[in-house]
């Protein structure tokens, strides 16, 4: 099955929560908060704006992102756990070091 979102509405995977504190303390499965970051699987065509005109998503499949905590609406697509949410709830896309060394 293949799933693509629809207008400015975005899939995406969260990112697994680290294991341990900086510290080395681990911490247990009841104590952990759901990721704030994630990675985006599948983006729509994006939104129409007032003139019509179709205005492109500034996210594309595979960009990792930072999303509000209680952003989205959980589904379960082929037994995976995804999040779709608006572009609009995304606080931004991170960059790798090696990404901003090239775009320099």
Known sequence: ?????????VLVRRL???EKTAGGIIIPDTAKEKPME??????GPGAR???GKLV???VKAGD????GKWS?????????D????????ILGIIETTAELKKAA
């Open 64 to 67: 990792r992102i930072l999303f």
């Open 82 to 89: 995804l999040l779709i949410m608006k572009e609009s709830d």
């Open 56 to 58: 492109e998503l500034a």
């Open 72 to 80: 989205g609406t959980e589904v379960r697509i082929e037994g995976e």
């Open 16 to 18: 697994e929560a680290e």
């Open 49 to 51: 704006d007032d003139a």
């Open 1 to 9: 099955m293949h799933f693509k979102p629809l207008h400015d509405r």
């Open 38 to 43: 994630g990675e985006v699987v599948a983006v």
